[in-house]
């Protein structure tokens, strides 16, 4: 993951493992802990399904979209 991911920004899942690998998605939620990030809520831009990925599984394509996209 290279530089800081945020809100609506499109992100790619990173995780070889999970069956959404190489799909993309923006980020619609960010979860965190004491202070430090654990994962995203991505809604994936095939399926409109949003799904939970850990911070290390995405990685951001550079590509961003706004808040009136998606509410």
Not at 35 to 43: H, L
Request: charged share 25%; with cysteine; proline share 0%.
């Amino acid at each position: 993951m290279a530089g800081k991911i945020d809100f609506y920004m499109e992100v790619e899942v990173a995780d070889a493992g999970s069956i959404c690998f190489g799909k993309r998605g923006v980020v619609l939620g960010i979860s965190t802990e004491a202070g430090i990030i654990k994962g995203y809520a991505v809604m994936l831009h095939e399926t409109d399904t949003t799904i939970f990925v850990a911070r290390d599984d995405v990685a951001a394509t550079g590509a961003g979209f706004d808040r009136a996209d998606y509410y």
